[in-house]
């Protein structure tokens, strides 16, 4: 998560959704005083204890919430990218799996166990993407979000609400092509059935899987 108090404005990095392309693109724009946390390449933290020891910088509205002052938020342009479910987990088990050989074994049922396994439950890549954006009641709390499937043009429209220019986005941690990294029917309804109110809340058709 970036929060600039600077600049007015909150992301939320939803896991595998382009999070380190966009923190390359908006750091540029960032004062001292403004707030990053992320731990995969850099190391940054929020000057805020509990937040920072939640170990990663996926941290979602209501992570932050009880640490910001009455309606702060709320004067924020805040955003988030979200992605089609589907194409999220694919490139999550590419992700997850790209330095051993578990995804040319047995790809199907290395990911299945994914979705299976109560342990992986809470698994911080795998949780739902509303849960990053919507407050207790279920509502959705950002200004605006973005699709992974329309990124390019989207960060015009990210450029004219933060009022500043951004840089063109970079690849940066791309998942590696794998080859086993694809559905079959029965994959395909875990992942419905795990981010079913994804699918509902961010429109993606849940008959569209690749």
């Given at each position: 998560m970036i929060l600039s108090f600077s600049r007015r404005f909150a992301f939320v990095a939803i896991p595998k959704t382009a999070g380190h392309a966009l923190r390359t693109a908006l750091r540029p724009l960032l004062a001292p005083n403004d707030w990053e946390q992320c731990t995969l390449f850099d190391k940054r933290y929020f000057p805020v204890q509990p937040l920072a020891a939640i170990g990663h910088g996926h941290l979602s509205y209501r992570d932050v919430a009880p640490f910001l002052l009455p309606g702060q938020w709320d004067g924020l342009t805040s955003f988030a990218v979200v992605r089609s479910p589907f194409d999220r987990f694919l490139s999550f088990a590419r992700f997850a799996w790209r330095g051993s050989d578990a995804m040319e074994r047995d790809p199907h049922g290395t990911?299945?166990?994914?979705?299976?396994?109560?342990?992986?439950?809470?698994?911080?890549?795998?949780?739902?993407?509303?849960?990053?954006?919507?407050?207790?009641?279920?509502?959705?709390?950002?200004?605006?979000?973005?699709?992974?499937?329309?990124?390019?043009?989207?960060?015009?429209?990210?450029?004219?609400?933060?009022?500043?220019?951004?840089?063109?986005?970079?690849?940066?941690?791309?998942?590696?092509?794998?080859?086993?990294?694809?559905?079959?029917?029965?994959?395909?309804?875990?992942?419905?059935?795990?981010?079913?109110?994804?699918?509902?809340?961010?429109?993606?058709?849940?008959?569209?899987?690749?």
């Open positions: 990911m299945k166990r994914a979705l299976t396994d109560p342990d992986r439950a809470g698994h911080i890549l795998l949780r739902p993407q509303h849960e990053f954006v919507c407050d207790d009641a279920g509502q959705i709390r950002t200004t605006l979000l973005l699709r992974h499937e329309s990124l390019a043009a989207d960060m015009l429209r990210l450029a004219d609400a933060l009022g500043a220019p951004l840089a063109p986005l970079e690849a940066v941690n791309v998942s590696p092509e794998t080859s086993g990294a694809a559905l079959d029917a029965e994959l395909a309804d875990l992942i419905r059935a795990r981010y079913a109110r994804d699918f509902a809340l961010f429109g993606y058709d849940p008959a569209a899987a690749p």
